[in-house]
């Protein structure tokens, strides 16, 4: 497509089942991110992909998080046993190649709510 | 880390006015953009300024690199103009791993 997607683009779960987040990056851009955004933390980094790989995982929260990339395009983030702290808005961007100067290309998000 | 203060936190506007937001830097940064989000959520980059100025439109920005902090200004602002401006940096080196500002939220109003 030409932009990023993301799907779903809202989420209501019960606390402690999983989820998946799906985002679908620009055609041909080896590099992805995930952030998060929340009232009381802001918009913060969670995870990078360049290809397949992860080389920085540091934003992740917890172990609950995890997330993969296959085909260096779709990326799914799972969070297990989801907690209420969880409840936030979960953008997906990519670019080109992940060089300091380049644009990323944010996704509509994902807006999370844990009852 | 490297924090990024936003000032002011809120703005409201007339439309037509002008305006400029600040970010402040505790740390040298070489690495400054800047970021619209508008009221639907959709981030859009506005700016790739690590030093000097640039224009797009009605936009503008500067940095100040050795001062640590960054400008953009807003002039004859439209209500599309509404929304949360952010800036960021990223490393110098390796991959662009953006840190975000607290945010400016601006309203424009008819």
């Known amino acids: 497509g030409a932009g990023v997607s993301q799907s779903p683009s809202n989420k209501v779960t019960e606390k402690g089942k999983d989820v998946e987040l799906r985002c679908d990056p620009i055609?041909?851009?080896?590099?992805l991110y995930w952030y998060r955004q929340s009232l009381g933390q802001g918009l913060e980094f969670l995870i990078y992909f360049q290809g397949n790989s992860a080389p920085d995982k540091s934003g992740l929260p917890s172990d609950r998080f995890s997330a993969e990339r296959t085909g260096g395009s779709v990326s799914t983030l799972t969070i297990q046993r989801t907690q209420q702290e969880d409840s936030a808005v979960y953008l997906c961007?990519?670019?080109?190649?992940?060089?300091?100067?380049?644009?990323?290309?944010f996704g509509p998000g994902t807006r999370l709510l844990v009852l | 880390g490297i924090q990024v203060e936003q000032s002011p936190p809120d703005l409201i506007l007339q439309e037509g006015a002008n305006s400029t937001l600040r970010c402040n830097f505790s740390?040298?940064?070489?690495?400054l953009q800047w970021f619209h989000q508008n009221p639907w959520g959709q981030l859009i980059n506005l700016f790739y300024i690590p030093s000097g100025t640039k224009q797009n439109g009605r936009l503008s920005a500067t940095t100040v690199a050795t001062e640590r902090y960054s400008l953009l200004y807003i002039s004859s602002s439209q209500t599309t103009d509404s929304g949360v401006y952010f800036c960021?940096?990223?490393?110098?080196?390796?991959?662009?791993?953006?840190?975000f500002g607290t945010g400016t939220r601006l309203l424009v109003s008819p």
């Open positions: 740390d040298s940064v070489n690495n």
């Open positions: 055609s041909g851009h080896t590099a």
């Open positions: 960021a940096r990223s490393p110098d080196t390796g991959f662009q791993k953006l840190v």
């Open positions: 961007a990519s670019s080109l190649a992940g060089g300091p100067s380049e644009t990323q290309y």
